[in-house]
């Protein structure tokens, strides 16, 4: 373990966010409408003509920065990474936290404003173990949804003790977690971006490689990470869709994690958070209500059997029947509004008030959602009712990313490496989204429990592994490639026809193998042929080269996952297997690096978990897929 002078504290270009200050101020702060303004100067010249002169074309020399140290590198400041950030300081470890944008403003997390705390004097824990498998098909682990049952009342309780609970969700990460954060010891590294992982000839991951990207005030440098291990926060990713406010969020953990040699899990399932049907890119209108809300916001009742979730209904009703943009009438749209009075209440709405004045939610200034829309979340301030696909190629919540096998955080088979909430495919939430108030809780629980693993393990280190310069240099150098070409392709144009190529509701909603061969034979073109010519005229388009590698490495292994799986669950649809097959794919899909390619390989699931045996196929599968019955009348081995 270091000492606390290993550590060097590298001051953000950004000031602090002060409470008073407005949320069009502190949206100025990350990785969103700044660089997406900056990237905009580029874009048509670019798109016009793919293959361009590199105007800022510059020999990169070697950093010879000093190496910064601690025992545990968290990458990624959300709930994750400040979860896990603070445990392991309380445990006695040096931290280093690095962020690609600012601290408590990147990623998911500023948007995260429900909750779904288990309070076992209340709630029934068998019920929401067979909700739970119902509502995501059966292939959701179900002892993370135990460890969720049982650490989330406290994750509640200590948000409560931080202030959390005093603020706006905007304010929530930049003001009372940062604070806990800096009061704490953690070392901040904001508006860095990592490339690379460092390992020793043995595979131990001991560090990492990555650039500060902002040059409006200095120069674009080096940043050079060393730790006894490296945990992984990065969240959730997509394909910079306009529709959804995480532009900054493109795989990058994935990506360092498979490079790695770890197994990645979940790629085959998708989310499907709505936009608007007028104007789909006004992602900020959509979570007006989350802007305001101040207060815990607490999801009442447990997960539904079959509502409430992220389906595949909007898209499995375009490709049914045709699409239609006027309210309650088409595919993708809610039903129309009553005329006159207030929308009565749901079934699952009646059902919870049996729940108020107990437990937990007895406690004063909670903001109760019993099963309807947040307040506010209905005003579509004319644009239009709500249809799916807004986060194009983003994964489920918490079933996608880095595979552990015994619920320590650990990646398997890579010593030193660990990841939690968004970055981890846990499988808590298995095929489908089951509705909110499990994504922040649980990354919060993930985090604490990845950093006390990680603690262990730094403890039982007896000597930093050592890496050689010359690897240091070989990665930097890989690093700084895009901004030495001198002639090649933009990044906003590799990535605009990333985007033409995956986000197609034919390619990522409704699959078939044809469609999805040539989507992956576009995808490997770009990687392997437009990725080495790719330039970087400054530290904004060096990140944008090495976001669009990301997310091309993600593409790829989504097409394969959703090639491989040849059923069809959740939000995973095959028109040529358009049924579940739980005698061959009651399993987790994961994909690891080969020298050759991608290795795909199954993780077959408990006897125990899947459905009742006693039950009709219907029965458990009460949701239906367009052709599914006379599949399974031409197929019963399916059924058996």
Not at 246 to 269: M, R, S
Not at 380 to 402: N, P, Q, W, Y
Request: glycine share 10%.
């Amino acid at each position: 373990m270091t000492d606390e002078k290993d550590i060097k504290y590298q001051k953000s270009d950004n000031k602090s966010v002060d409470e008073n200050e407005s949320a069009s101020e502190k949206i100025k702060e990350g990785v969103t409408r700044r660089d997406v303004l900056r990237a905009g100067a580029y874009t048509a010249a670019a798109l016009a003509a793919p293959f361009i002169v590199n105007t800022g074309a510059r020999v990169e020399a070697s950093t010879t920065e000093p190496v910064h140290k601690a025992d545990l590198i968290v990458i990624g400041s959300g709930f994750a990474g400040t979860f896990a950030a603070l445990e392991a300081r309380k445990q006695g470890l040096s931290v280093v936290m690095v962020d690609k944008g600012v601290v408590g403003w990147s990623g998911m997390s500023p948007w995260a404003s429900d909750s779904r705390p288990f309070d076992p004097d209340i709630y029934d824990r068998d019920e929401w173990q067979q909700n739970m498998a119902m509502n995501t098909e059966y292939v959701n682990d179900r002892k993370w949804l135990d460890i969720f049952m049982d650490e989330s009342l406290d994750i509640f309780n200590t948000l409560h003790e931080m202030g959390a609970h005093n603020t706006r969700p905007f304010e929530r990460g930049s003001v009372v977690f940062r604070q806990e954060l800096e009061d704490a010891g953690v070392s901040l590294v904001e508006r860095t971006m990592i490339t690379s992982l460092l390992q020793d000839d043995n595979g131990k991951v001991c560090g990492a490689v990555g650039f500060t990207y902002d040059d409006s005030a200095e120069p674009t440098k080096a940043v050079v990470l060393r730790a006894d291990a490296v945990l992984l926060c990065t969240g959730a990713g997509s394909y910079k869709s306009p529709g959804f406010p995480i532009w900054g969020q493109t795989f990058d953990g994935d990506a360092l994690a498979f490079n790695a040699g770890a197994k990645i899990v979940g790629k085959e399932y998708n989310d499907t958070h709505p936009t608007f049907a007028f104007a789909p890119a006004a992602a900020y209108e959509g979570w007006r209500w989350a802007q305001s809300v101040k207060g815990a916001y607490v999801m009442v009742g447990p997960p539904d059997k079959l509502d409430g979730g992220l389906t595949l209904g909007s898209a499995l009703g375009v490709y049914q029947n045709g699409v239609s943009r006027q309210l309650g009438v088409g595919p993708g749209g809610e039903p129309p509004p009553p005329k006159d009075g207030p929308i009565p209440e749901s079934p699952i709405v009646k059902d919870n008030r049996k729940y108020l004045g107990k437990g937990y939610l007895t406690q004063p200034d909670l903001i109760l959602d019993l099963g309807g829309p947040p307040e506010g979340a209905g005003e579509d301030a004319g644009f239009g009712h709500r249809v799916g696909g807004a986060t194009a190629g983003m994964g489920v919540h918490k079933s996608e990313g880095v595979f552990c096998s015994d619920y320590s955080g650990a990646a398997d088979g890579v010593e030193g490496l660990y990841a939690a909430g968004d970055a981890l495919g846990s499988m808590l939430c298995g095929s489908l989204y089951p509705g909110r108030g499990f994504s922040s809780y649980g990354s919060a629980i993930q985090g604490r429990i990845a950093a006390r693993n990680a603690v262990k393990y730094v403890k039982s280190v007896a000597r930093r592994p050592k890496i050689s310069q010359q690897q240091i240099e070989a990665k930097l150098a890989e690093m700084w490639a895009p901004r030495n070409v001198e002639q090649g392709y933009s990044p906003e144009w590799i990535t605009a026809t990333l985007q033409n190529t995956m986000t197609p509701i034919h390619i990522l909603y409704i699959k078939e193998p044809r469609r999805l061969d040539g989507a992956l034979a576009s995808i490997e073109f770009l990687r392997t042929q437009c990725i080495p010519k790719m330039i970087a005229r400054d530290g904004h388009e060096l990140r944008m080269a090495h976001e669009v590698k990301s997310m091309l490495l993600n593409a790829e292994m989504k097409l394969r996952s959703g090639l491989f799986r040849e059923e069809s669950r959740g939000t995973h649809f095959r028109e040529d297997f358009p049924a579940r097959n739980d005698n061959e794919w009651h399993c987790w899909v994961t994909v690891q690096k080969q020298k050759d390619g991608m290795l795909m390989g199954k993780h077959m699931l408990p006897e125990s978990w899947k459905p009742d045996k006693s039950k009709t196929y219907r029965e458990n599968y009460p949701r239906e897929f367009p052709g599914e019955m006379d599949f399974l009348a031409n197929n019963p081995q399916f059924t058996r």
